[in-house]
């Protein structure tokens, strides 16, 4: 087996671990976030609007997700009272979404159960291999 092959194989191997992974992952964030009312992929909106408001389309890109699915999770949210919209004077026909009291207040708890969460996970990894982890991700997500 040439050199070639067998590195196209171990990419595959990574990326088919990758999407096993996600799922664990977003199993376990909706494992956390249930007690406020939230599934993991309303939690990764709302955290980004943590840093301001912003459009759906916006929220889209910096995810790398379809604007349609994340769409579809800002209307769950908008409907739950945990996203409210304001005039966008950059573009009348997208508001910015915002934060509502009831997702800060979630988001608050949200904190301390990841950072345990978090904590507990990476004691079970050395860090050598998590910075290589990162390091490995972020050269793969540029290459792609």
């Known amino acids: 087996m ?3 092959t067998s590195r196209a194989e171990r990419l595959t191997q990574l990326v ?13 964030g ?8 939230l599934t993991a992929a309303q939690w990764q909106v709302v955290g980004f609007l943590e840093d301001g408001p912003a459009t759906a389309a916006e929220l889209a890109r910096r995810r ?6 994340v769409q579809e999770t800002v209307n769950r949210l908008l409907r739950d009272g945990m996203l409210t919209r304001a005039d966008n004077p950059a573009d009348a026909r997208a508001p910015l979404l915002q934060l509502s009291d009831q997702a800060r207040a979630a988001l608050r708890v949200l904190g301390a159960k990841q950072a345990a969460w978090a904590d507990g996970v990476a004691a079970g990894l050395p860090s050598e ?16």
Not at 16 to 28: D, K, P, R, S
Not at 30 to 37: N, P, Q, R
């Open 64 to 69: 790398g997700l379809r604007r349609q699915s």
């Open 16 to 28: 088919n671990e990758i999407f096993v992974a996600n799922g664990a992952l977003l199993a376990a």
């Open 129 to 144: 291999d998590l910075e290589t982890t990162l390091r490995t991700l972020r050269a793969l997500r540029g290459l792609v």
């Open 2 to 4: 040439s050199s070639r």
């Open 30 to 37: 909706d494992a956390l976030t249930a007690e406020v009312g």
